[in-house]
């Protein structure tokens, strides 16, 4: 549990660094302070990420269950049939692809078979 509120601190605070990178990267010691705060976040003595998780991400995350959970739902009803079309279209399009070498192909074949033919075969020198 202390790991997975880790991670889940760590990847809002990266999705947070993406912009303060670009706005207050500038300020001295920004790069020291943000390592302290990772170290911060990550020591087992002062459970920052823990303190973090428990007072802010998991009241909101609790505030907007029933809206994140119903996003997931759609997110899966979606996926689901974003798959059967692609598995539908990528069916159709081998099929069509092996109609098309059937038929380019088929004089091939035609000629291939001809070459066993029985009058051909006939015609062949006798051997003894």
Not at 1 to 27: G, H, K, N, P, Q
Not at 42 to 49: C, D, E, F, N, V
């Amino acid at each position: 549990v202390r790991w997975m509120m880790y991670w889940i601190v760590f990847a809002l605070f990266m999705a947070a660094e993406t912009f303060t990178d670009l706005l207050i990267s500038w300020l001295p010691f920004y790069y020291e302070v943000k390592m302290a705060f990772v170290i911060w976040l990550l020591s087992p003595y002062t459970r920052g990420a823990s303190l973090l998780y428990r007072r802010f991400v998991h009241p909101a995350l609790a505030r907007r269950e029933k809206d994140i959970d119903a996003f997931l739902v759609r997110a899966r009803e979606r996926g689901y049939e974003t798959a059967l079309r692609f598995g539908k279209r990528g069916l159709n399009l081998a099929a069509s692809a092996a109609v098309q070498a059937a038929t380019k192909s088929q004089g091939a074949l035609a000629g291939r078979l001809r070459s066993f033919s029985m009058q051909d075969l006939r015609s062949l020198p006798e051997q003894a």
